[in-house]
């Protein structure tokens, strides 16, 4: 069932199906933690032997290209994945580096409010999100 999903979703976005391409979507979509290429990477390499880094990193781009994953950078400038694409806010545990979504309709819609009441100079919000900072529990 998991492969019909992907082989859906990515040529829904555009790209040509691949195996290659499978399994790297699969793996995001099981990763709830925001990973980087070389956790994606190392999740797929198990069962896929003859994929190598480069292959994960150029899949993953064109991935965000088609808008089939966001990437943002966290604290210490490392490229994190994110399959998630509405609006979301993260929790970033600074012990571990992890990072969590946290979603808050209330607050983001807060924040959008409080944004178009008090405008940022030659600046138009499209979208809001947080990251909290913080370590877990
Ligand atoms: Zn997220």
């Not at 032997?49 to 292959?55: K, N, R």
Request: charged share 25%; glycine share 4%.
């Amino acid at each position: 069932m998991i492969a019909e999903t992907a082989r859906e979703k990515i040529t829904e976005s555009g790209l040509k199906f691949t195996h290659q391409r499978m399994v790297v979507y699969n793996a995001l979509q099981v990763s709830a933690d925001h990973p980087t290429a070389e956790m994606v990477f190392a999740k797929v390499k198990e069962a896929n032997p003859s994929i190598s880094l480069g292959t994960v990193y150029k899949t993953l781009e064109n991935f965000v290209k088609a808008g089939l994953l966001q990437k943002f950078t966290d604290d210490s400038g490392v490229m994190r994945f994110d399959p998630m694409l509405e609006t979301h806010s993260h929790l970033y545990c600074t012990a571990t580096q992890q990072i969590k979504d946290y979603k808050n309709p209330e607050l983001e819609l807060l924040l959008k409010k409080y944004l178009q009441a008090n405008q940022i100079e030659d600046f138009e919000v499209e979208e809001v999100s947080l990251v909290i900072k913080g370590k877990t529990k």
